[in-house]
């Protein structure tokens, strides 16, 4: 298996845009979480789902943000509008079911809102 | 509510030297655990892990964790450090009870390796 899969690696994008970032998940995994990770707060778990439905978006800083998982092979973390102090590393990670099993994680978008 | 702690932000040792990243975690049942560590520009790898039974854990790359229940503790070692090791290493808690994977990271340790 090729790993979790996120593009774009690097996204610039000026403040007001709206930035779709993506993830593909290690197939038959049935959890998928978004994380942010910023020099100030670390890594930061903004959502996760569980069989494509989300379970717990507390994490999710705030209504600019917004996450889908049409299909067990495809999920999307939207941002409208981005602000500069969106800029971070996005990563997405997935986990198979069951206990004695570990996250996975995508090499992360690094994105910088300006 | 679960909560780790990295006490060293930043380690510096040489090479061939031996290494300890501390980790203390708050949890209020057995914890599951976990090191990762990162590289520049990249995702976290997986290094080990802590589930149950024997307190002593193997990992890849010659590291090794030891859970201590009585301190709190999940201290990362390696027994002779190499310059490919210089990375960023992080501790994690996460519960199972009722799925889901809710990982909390600590801060991270920077390990820098002199030659």
């Known amino acids: 298996d090729a ?50 439905v989300p379970i717990d978006d507390s ?12 299909n ?18 996005y990563f997405c990670a997935s986990r198979k079911q069951g206990a004695n099993t570990e996250a996975f994680f995508g090499q992360g978008t690094r994105l910088t809102v300006v | 509510a ?41 995702g976290l790898q997986l290094l080990l892990k802590y589930f149950s039974g024997d307190t002593l854990v193997q990992g890849i790359k010659g590291f090794e964790a030891e859970f201590k229940r009585s301190q709190s503790s999940f201290n990362l070692r390696k027994p002779s450090v190499h310059w490919s090791d210089a990375a960023e290493y992080f501790c994690a808690v996460g519960p199972f009870t009722g799925g889901g994977n809710k990982l909390t990271f600590g801060t991270g340790t920077q390990l820098k390796v002199e030659l």
């Open chain 1, 3 to 52: 790993g979790v899969i996120q593009s774009p690696r690097h996204e610039v994008t000026e403040m007001g845009q709206e930035v779709t970032l993506r993830c593909k998940p290690i197939s038959g995994h049935d959890y998928l979480f978004w994380y942010r990770q910023t020099m100030m707060r670390g890594l930061e778990l903004l959502i996760y789902f569980n069989n494509n």
């Open chain 1, 59 to 70: 994490g999710m800083p705030e209504d600019r943000f917004s996450a889908k998982m049409p």
């Open chain 1, 72 to 89: 067990a092979s495809f999920s999307t973390l939207k941002i409208q509008p981005s602000e500069p102090r969106d800029s971070a590393v």
């Open chain 2, 2 to 42: 679960q909560s780790v702690t990295q006490p060293d932000i930043h380690i510096t040792v040489s090479e061939g030297a031996s290494l300890e990243l501390r980790c203390n975690y708050s949890y209020g049942a057995t914890p599951y655990l976990f090191w990762y560590v990162q590289s520049p520009g990249q």
